[in-house]
């Protein structure tokens, strides 16, 4: 039996308007490939290039009721569009990221090591010593194309 996708969406509304869900999640087209987007009530909280292996990480960190409510990923998947047409250097977004100790040079270095909101934390430009790309859980292929969009290096 399958029901209408009128009645899931009601459904993933009304799930997500009582808060029965620990996060939201919608998959957004960009020239880079789908990526999977996340939100807790608290704001942004994940971001991946592999969309399977993402809802897994989601779910072990932020709780098993996951659902996909497109709605409440509305502003970050606009905000991507505009970043990948080149109209947006900076999110808006409200984050829900902890580091701990922000002033922390090493908190922020083991963050960015296992950014979970790639892109909107712009991990992707830290290059080596050598003025070298090295590695980007996209790939050295997405963190070079990222970087000519910004204008960071030429194409």
Do not use: W
């Not at 899931?8 to 009304?14: G, L, P, T």
């Not at 010593?129 to 910004?150: C, D, F, M």
Request: charged share 25%; proline share 5%; net charge neutral.
């Amino acid at each position: 039996m399958s029901v209408s996708e009128e009645l899931d969406n009601r459904f993933r509304e009304a799930a997500a308007a009582a808060g029965l869900i620990d996060a939201a999640f919608d998959l957004a087209d960009t020239p880079i490939g789908t990526l999977l987007v996340a939100a807790t009530d608290r704001g942004l909280c994940q971001i991946s290039f592999d969309t399977d292996r993402g809802l897994d990480e989601l779910s072990r960190h932020f709780g098993t009721r996951v659902l996909r409510v497109p709605r409440k990923l509305d502003v970050t998947r606009r905000e991507l569009d505009e970043y990948f047409e080149g109209r947006r250097t900076e999110f808006g977004m409200p984050l829900a990221a902890k580091v701990g100790h922000p002033r922390a040079a090493r908190a922020v270095g083991v963050v960015m090591n296992r950014n979970p909101i790639p892109i909107v934390l712009p991990c992707h430009r830290v290059i080596g010593a050598n003025g070298s790309l090295t590695g980007y859980g996209g790939g050295l292929h997405v963190k070079q194309a990222l970087l000519e969009l910004e204008g960071a290096i030429l194409a």
